[in-house]
């Protein structure tokens, strides 16, 4: 097979990337604007011998794919704002229950059903904190359309890495729009496949921590029987009651994420090294951003771009590094600062932090975050005419 | 798995007792379900059942929501999954999906399947996917310490319906039936062999198989209707309320009245989920 | 057949298992069992059948009758 361009929007990316990876099974539920990720898959497993399924409602999609993961099979499930609350407690489940999986979540504008067309960014602190508990979790922030079939990919590699449920956090902005992208090759981008356990059955423990690591997931019908539960269980899996025991494992499950953020979290990264203002952003937002650094840069203005591509576990060290050297950090965003509290958080004053907060589902605009850069206020909802590069004293 | 099984002689006959400890996981004994609570022969049945069809442990898998007869998947030396309340159908439908080779045995509570479960719980039947189901049928939650379920005849009392519940309950059968569920049926604790049976029946179905299974909680919907024992409480809802298909069609309709009537109710042939997601590949890949 | 000497039967309770529900002796068609304390005990061996319908409706796993 030789390299493939093809000119697709985001959420057919998204797919690609999964197939790519060896998701053989999809379970969904439709909602404006990831459809075309249920769709998508609908046109395509069954070409590659997948497992398509259309659920009664989102809770019964998540539901299917962590039985087809028991099951042996790499899974993923998606849908947008709505769908993607109903499905929180079985989110917390496969955290629980170590459960590699991948959820997308195509993010849309409000609280409710809201503006569904309209492209948000306000689901990042439902992606950390959605569901109940102190639940461990990764969520990748892609900001273009090739990005994203690459990032969907890592996502099914992180989840066999460490057990647990990823997700891929775009929005409508980018799961709309077209771009073409190169399909690599097989064997050409790194895919992991689940490990098995190479114990007897008699002597597995589907729960039992080996150097850091928990023991691979066996698929059911493969001679090793375990149990899973929700409950907090010792290593064989079983209900347990021991409070050092669950202490230890709420640790364990968080601290497998926190812990190893070095691999986790990746960053772009754009005249850091000088930078006075650095603009910090994520998805949609990143591509105004990069934009408007490179204008800022252009006009000699010492402007620099800090982009995750992994928004938790946060990049906290980035922000630590980078609050040390510049001397504002300006966090867009299409919310009302939900990652500008973070961000505040880790640069812990010894820098200004500014955001600039959008939800009329409007992307915000590269002019906007130059004008801050630049010290002129900025109105959440006016795109403004002209940047103010004289603002700057 | 294609099993050529006859009815066998059950082991009562043999006047052997039946071995359980292969089907039961070694140290989770007793369980803990309070005394008398019918989860336990429900089981029993069960795996009585799963002998008699002499299927493998490796090749079940039994998935279950939340609620005392959701902890049913702990005891059994199975490819277990207790998930959550009122998912099991949808965690079930997935692991069927991915390996249809694996025989999938739902086991949840009343409230489980019907009231949080219940959108679940219809499509599962509509899909006729081949799983069986059973519904540990208690009219209460036992778990959560007694509140009304959507099986608890009206007038019935619980610590949500302390004057008598107004509500009409579900009749699971019905709702099975009319969803498309290809075989139901009906069966008691009190009536451990027939169960048996029934449920033989039904594993053995190709479909999605539903068995409504009367069963009882002394603990709370037997001493708040006031059961004095849960012996009293199994004869006059299990024996004395019920009656099998066979006597069902033999007595007038007058004296079947208010009875609740046991045995398989209904079974038909329709084409199984996996069979007709396999026609599907195999129409896409030929092409 | 005429004198065959009736079969007898060994009684297995296993008292860890047996929460006392009482409805093996309840149901017992021979009067065989009885509770004693909060668990289950034999009251005549002699008097059982061996028609196992204790053991198919005992919730616990906790007892089990052997032919002799
Ligand atoms: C989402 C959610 N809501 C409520 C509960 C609390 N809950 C646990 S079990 C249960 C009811 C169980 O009743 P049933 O399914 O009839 O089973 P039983 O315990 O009677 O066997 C409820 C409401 C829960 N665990 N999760
Ligand atoms: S509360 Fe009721 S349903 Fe639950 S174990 Fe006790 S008797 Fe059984
Ligand atoms: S085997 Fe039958 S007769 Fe003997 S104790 Fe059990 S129920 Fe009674």
Redesign the interface.
Known sequence: MSKKKIFVQGNEACIQGALYAGCR?Y?GYPITPSTEVMEQMAANL??V?G?F?Q???E???I???????????K?MTGTSGPGFSLKQ??MG?AAMAEIPMVVVNVMRAGPSTGYPTGPSQADVMQAKWGSHGDSPSVVLVPSSVQELFYETIRAFNLAEKYRTPVVILFDEVIGHMREAITIPEPGEVEVIERAKPDCAPEDYKPYEVKDGKVAPLA?????Y???????YHAEDG??TADQQYIHDTNMRLVNKIEDNKADICENEELFLEDAETVVFAYGVSAKSAKFAVKELRAAGIKAGLLRPKTIWPFPSDAVEKISKTAKKIIVPEMNLGQIHGEVERYAAGRCEVQGIFRVDTEPIHPKQIMNAVLGVPVEPTVIPDVVDFTARG | MTTEATARTV??KE????D?DPY??QG????I?????????VL??LLRAIDALGWK???I?M?SGIGCSSRT??YV????????HG?A???????????P??NVIVTTGDGDALAIGG??FI?AARRNMDMTILVYNNYIYGMTSGQGSPTMPEGAVSTTSRFGSIEPPFDTCELAKTAGATFVARGT??H??ELEKTLYEALKHKGTSVVDILDSC?TYYGRFNKHK???EM?KSIEKDGTISVAQAAKLPPEKTEGKIVRGILHRAERLEYCDG?QN??DR??NK | MGEAAK?QWRIEIDA??C?????CA??CPTDTLELKGITMDVKDIDSCI????C????????I????L
């Open positions: 099974f379970a069954p070409k011998g497992k399924i659920m009664e409602d809770i019964g999609s539901a299917a794919i962590v039985g087809a993961v028991a099951a042996g099979e899974a407690e079985i489940y698929a059911f019908g493969t001679g029987r375990y149990h899973i539960t929700g409950l079983f209900p | 082991p009562y006047k052997k007792p039946f359980y039961l996981r989770k004994l007793p369980h379900w309070c005394a008398g609570c019918g989860h336990g022969i029993k049945s442990n490796d090749d898998s998935v998947p702990g030396d199975f490819n277990t999954m207790h998930t959550l998912r159908f949808a965690f079930a439908t997935g692991v069927k999906f991915a390996n080779k694996l959108n679940h499509h604790a009190f451990a062999q002394p024992n849960v012996s199994m997601y599907l590949l896409v890949q | 079969k860890r298992r929460k006392g529900c009482n409805i309840s149901f061996g028609c196992q319908l053991d198919i409706r005992c919730p616990d796993f906790a089990q009758v052997f032919p």
